[in-house]
């Protein structure tokens, strides 16, 4: 089917909708002036139509599901509404439509912070036994890993020449040592016995302990083979080697780790970076051990990310006296951040401690030195682990989840209007904090008290998008312009822009390639000209965000070969510019409209800017010219954008003399 063929079809389709459409409105429309001398006699007076919120065009008498999607129709009362962002109901339909609300609190909130990972060795107590002297490795009394040794137990038989001849050295010398000893000469004697600490030194470095020593000396001959012991109690984690082995000076031989102090490596995301401290009390869980909790204080936590996970590691120490857990076991974890006003983290854990800067896990209420490598211990705040904490009592304003309605960057809330005669609720457009658990904290927006709906507020937003209000789709906040002299200044840069832009627009729409092949030239240098470096946080930001996008899209539009590629990037263009336009207005002489056509793509509906309200349409051209309705208004000079109900939908091909 060609694209001619589709239009027409799809035309008539929506031709038909409209016409049922504006039917049940009458229908609707009639009912409730039949009805309206009644309504105000009762508070259980039902609703007069109902409507769906994803098919505006069904309208029925009564409650139930939508005849074409099944969803549940919402109440299209007739109340009054004080503003455009309000919305009026009768009791019976809030109650009807389960609309339930709560007020926001000042309150400190935790923040569950989930994180995973296993049990590992405690780094500070694995050891590496090596051979401390050459030789081959006759007999391994231990001969597989996870046997359990203790400080002085056998490890290796070594045969060793090198032993051997050390051996036969100091027994020379305590034979020297004995035969001057009746001599005058102290020189000698001291001599002697110089040789023979030395020479008791040289078997001590090379493995043999106290006991072997004397030994030998008490048996008075040497052996060609030695008994090499354990220096450090622990469990065999890894033999490098096999018996009959050859080794050289430094050749590890087994890897011994003491295991009952473990470490917790867990993996932090970098956006939950900013809720963890040092000190902070986790609670663990591990899966072999379903059903029992574990409890630690975060002891470390990595510089740096792994940039494959994005990803940092943050380390428990844990007591493992009964062995109950082992290395390698999968753990997870929480952290429970404790959230003060301005999303701060509460909690001084570590305030006036004493803290190793080698070692942070050794904390002590004084001054001292570290147990582990004797350093100095420094106060906690001169290590930067203890955070500048919120006044006595201030505590954040929060709002339960389940009232907030996000539209990417943005949220809506619904709000009560007191006083109202009937229920009323009023759209807000709020400066969310971080989620904490089931609630958001709020930076602005509302205020202590307030009634936000925490169940139906999509049923109400729903209704403000059929009455043409401004909605979880379209609301924009009154501080959402950027303003100040930078803005000024940035705002009159961006006139070729918005003419090049809108030159594209008019060219489509006319079914002209050729202006708009210029046109689109003209947009590629408009977009060198404006400069956002006086422009502060966040309208720097979003002019970058702004503008990438339009150059790609640009890009786009430069490398399509026919009008219908133009129109496919001149989408992306005007997703760019409407965000543009809302964040720094323009200083145009003209009203701009936001305008949308609900058959673009092939149904999947596009918007544009446009000057003046007679709809030019550029993604259908003389096809069906005046398809789609105005959307939002943009004054010149950085006037606010409001919604403009026009006359609803117009899905009708252009005349042949339009």
Known sequence: MNRSHRVVLGTVAL?????????????????????????????????????????????????????????????LAVGEEDGPRRLAMSAASKELARIATRPVELKNVT????????????????????????????????????????????????????????????????????????????????????????????????????????????????EDHVVLTSPTSGVVIEKRLDQGAYVETGTPIYRIAELGHLWLLLDAYEQDLPWLRHGQEVVLEVEALPGEKFEGRIAYIDPFLHEHSRTAKVRVNVDNAGGRLKPGMFVSAVAMARIGAGGAVLGRHLAGKWVSPMHPEIVKDAAGSCDICGMDLVPAEELGLVDEQPGEGERPLVVPASAVLATGKRAIVYVEVPGAERPTFEGREIELGPRAGDEYLVLSGLEEGERVVVHGAFRIDSSMQIRAKPSMMSMRAESGTADGPEALVFRASLQPLYAAYLALQTALAADDEAAARAALAALRSALATPAAGGLAEPHRSSWRTSSTALVQATERAEAADETEGLRAAFEGLSMGMLEVARTFGHDGSEVLHEAHCPMAFDFRGASWLQVGDVIANPYFGDAMLRCGEVREAFAPAGGQGSADPHAGHVHEPADEDQ
């Open 15 to 75: 031709l038909t909708a409209l016409a049922l459409g504006r039917w049940s409105a009458s229908w609707g429309e009639a009912q409730t002036e039949g009805h309206a001398e009644h309504a105000d006699h009762s508070a259980d007076a039902q609703p007069d139509v109902w409507t769906c919120p994803m098919h505006p065009q069904i309208k029925l008498p009564e409650f139930g599901d939508c005849p074409i999607c099944g969803m549940d129709l919402v109440p």
């Open 111 to 222: 923040r569950p912070v989930r994180m995973a990972g296993k049990v590992d060795y405690d780094e500070t107590t694995v050891r590496t036994i090596s051979a401390w002297v050459p030789g081959r490795l006759d007999r391994l009394f231990v001969d597989y890993t996870g046997v359990r040794v203790a400080e002085g137990d056998h490890l290796v038989r070594l045969y060793s020449p090198s032993l051997l001849t050390a051996q036969e050295e100091l027994l020379s010398t305590r034979a020297r040592i004995g035969a001057t000893g009746g001599e005058a000469s102290r020189f000698l004697a001291a001599s002697n016995l110089r040789a023979s600490e030395a020479a008791r030194e040289k078997l001590l470095l090379w493995g043999l302990t106290e006991a072997q020593v004397d030994e030998i000396v008490a048996r008075g001959t040497a």
